[in-house]
């Protein structure tokens, strides 16, 4: 993976489509249909459409306070004034569906993260 391409969420529901969209090059639109789902998205739903795509997703839950803790790629869950919302994390910045892109987390409690990355393909030998 090399760049991404923001996404602002559909609606205030639909953090999670926008964020997995982002990491899969899709529409959270199509992300919606495809997890029959236009409302908040739970872990599970996030770790099975990312790994039916060709990624993987940590299994730790990873509390963070810096960014520098950050590894590469990873999906966040933050506690903002409002709720808990899903962003995501890219070579250094974050791509927050509600707030736009940003250099450092939006204001949040606490604040969680997950690693992503692509799975690699093994190649069948004949």
């Known amino acids: 993976m090399n760049e991404i391409q923001y996404i602002h969420e559909p609606t205030d529901l639909q953090c999670g489509q926008a964020v997995l969209a982002m990491i899969t090059g899709t529409t959270p639109e199509a992300v919606s249909d495809e997890l029959k789902n236009d409302r908040e998205t739970t872990l599970k739903e996030m770790r ?3 790994h039916e795509h060709g990624f ?5 839950r990873i509390q963070v306070t810096e960014k520098e803790e950050l590894p590469r790629l990873c999906v966040l869950s933050c506690e903002t004034p409002r709720c808990w919302h ?3 994390f890219f ?4 791509f927050d569906p509600e707030h736009g892109v940003l250099s450092d987390f939006p204001e949040s409690a606490r604040k969680y993260y997950w690693e992503v990355s692509e ?4 190649a069948v030998e004949n």
């Open 119 to 122: 799975m690699v393909q093994k």
């Open 86 to 88: 899903w962003l995501l």
């Open 91 to 94: 070579d250094g910045t974050f």
């Open 56 to 60: 993987y997703i940590s299994d730790k």
């Open 48 to 50: 099975s459409y990312l």
